[in-house]
């Protein structure tokens, strides 16, 4: 099950905090010590530290990771944020892409088939809170996949070569067949070929039967 293990007891501070990481410098790790200097010392305060962990922003030891440093670019935040609630509610937006815009009830509910329903109900409105606040500070609209397009079975099939012009050979009047008088021009199709001695075996031929 890939679903977060932390959790927000209170999400009423959650936009300072983020505002606070944004605004200082990425520190070597965020310990309690770090966060209580960014001005949040209360209990529940400390356990946005477990919650950047599942979103991808931080190791175990707490040592900053790439994405970390990505959302200090306020320029693209909200998309970085919206990356790290993909990941780790991953399995819910396996069932639903759109996982973002599920009304709480919805959400309790495929949680607790994901978590085949050993999560407390106390649990799953925690994790509805936090995830929540989390979409509200995030930015999905520029973090939505984009549908698979079909496939063209004929777009990239190759095309077969041009087939050569037919070669076509006239037999002026002058020495065309004669029958009772009448004059009949005869015009031959040869085969296509890049053997000159079948052309010149069609042409004895055409002068010992015809010509």
């Given at each position: 099950?890939?679903?977060?293990?932390?959790?927000?007891?209170?999400?009423?501070?959650?936009?300072?905090?983020?505002?606070?990481?944004?605004?200082?410098?990425?520190?070597?790790?965020?310990?309690?010590r770090?966060?209580?200097?960014?001005?949040?010392?209360?209990?529940?305060?400390?356990?946005?530290?477990?919650?950047?962990?599942?979103?991808?922003?931080?190791?175990?030891?707490?040592?900053?990771?790439?994405?970390?440093?990505?959302?200090?670019?306020?320029?693209?935040?909200?998309?970085?944020?919206?990356?790290?609630?993909?990941?780790?509610?991953?399995?819910?937006?396996?069932?639903?892409?759109?996982?973002?815009?599920?009304?709480?009830?919805?959400?309790?509910?495929?949680?607790?088939?994901?978590?085949?329903?050993?999560l407390?109900?106390?649990?799953?409105?925690?994790?509805y809170?936090?995830?929540?606040?989390?979409?509200?500070?995030?930015?999905?609209?520029?973090?939505?996949?984009?549908?698979?397009?079909?496939?063209?079975?004929?777009?990239?099939?190759?095309?077969?070569?041009?087939?050569?012009?037919?070669?076509?050979?006239?037999?002026?009047?002058?020495?065309?067949?004669?029958?009772?008088?009448?004059?009949?021009?005869?015009?031959?199709?040869?085969?296509?070929?890049?053997?000159?001695a079948?052309?010149?075996?069609?042409?004895?031929?055409?002068?010992?039967?015809?010509?």
């Amino acid at each position: 099950m890939s679903l977060p293990k932390s959790y927000l007891t209170s999400t009423k501070r959650l936009p300072e905090i983020l505002e606070a990481i944004q605004s200082a410098q990425a520190p070597d790790q965020f310990t309690v010590r770090f966060l209580e200097q960014l001005g949040f010392k209360s209990k529940g305060d400390r356990l946005i530290i477990g919650v950047l962990k599942d979103l991808g922003f931080l190791e175990e030891n707490g040592t900053p990771k790439k994405r970390y440093y990505e959302f200090l670019d306020q320029s693209h935040s909200g998309t970085v944020l919206a990356q790290g609630v993909r990941e780790a509610w991953s399995d819910l937006f396996a069932v639903n892409i759109n996982a973002h815009q599920l009304a709480k009830a919805d959400f309790i509910g495929k949680l607790k088939t994901l978590s085949e329903g050993k999560l407390s109900d106390r649990v799953l409105d925690s994790h509805y809170m936090t995830f929540s606040a989390l979409v509200k500070n995030a930015d999905f609209t520029s973090h939505t996949p984009a549908p698979s397009k079909p496939k063209d079975e004929h777009k990239d099939a190759p095309h077969p070569p041009p087939a050569e012009p037919r070669k076509t050979v006239e037999i002026p009047s002058e020495v065309g067949s004669k029958i009772g008088g009448l004059v009949y021009n005869i015009q031959i199709v040869l085969p296509e070929s890049r053997d000159p001695a079948v052309y010149d075996a069609l042409f004895r031929s055409l002068k010992e039967h015809i010509l």
